[in-house]
């Protein structure tokens, strides 16, 4: 049984930081597969931010390209997410995800195809 619980969240100011953590457990779950952050905002559909592979390295998605950074520390296992230069448009549900593979897919999308799932923490970013 693999299970994901994010912290982190909470409401800053544009301009702001922000770190997620991704505490996973279930001695089963292989740190080197596939693992991302999603984000679902109000009235929108779930989006990937950014996914970490271990042959498919760190993607993010345009809009936090150059703020955002992924990383992951195999031996706690834990997932990160940084988050700076925070914009209201930032504002919205986060999640972290976790596949059974060790490559991320080049359009993660939704993220249909991440097989474990956190329940999600809020960040609210305010003009």
């Known amino acids: 049984q693999v299970q994901l619980v994010e912290s982190g969240g909470g409401s800053v100011q544009a301009g702001g930081s922000l770190v997620l953590s991704c505490s996973i457990s279930?001695?089963?779950?292989?740190?080197?597969?596939?693992m991302g952050w999603f984000r679902r905002a109000l009235g929108r559909e779930r989006e990937a931010v950014a996914t970490i592979g271990q042959n498919t390295g760190a993607r993010y998605v345009d809009s936090v390209s150059g703020r955002f950074t992924i990383s992951k520390h195999s031996t706690t296992k834990t997932l990160y997410l940084a988050m700076n230069n925070l914009k209201p448009e930032d504002t919205a549900v986060y999640y972290c995800a976790a596949r059974s593979a060790t490559d991320c897919p080049l359009q993660p999308g939704r993220g249909d195809s991440f097989a474990y799932w956190g329940q999600g923490t809020q960040v609210t970013v305010s003009s």
């Open positions: 279930g001695h089963l779950y292989d740190m080197r597969h596939c």
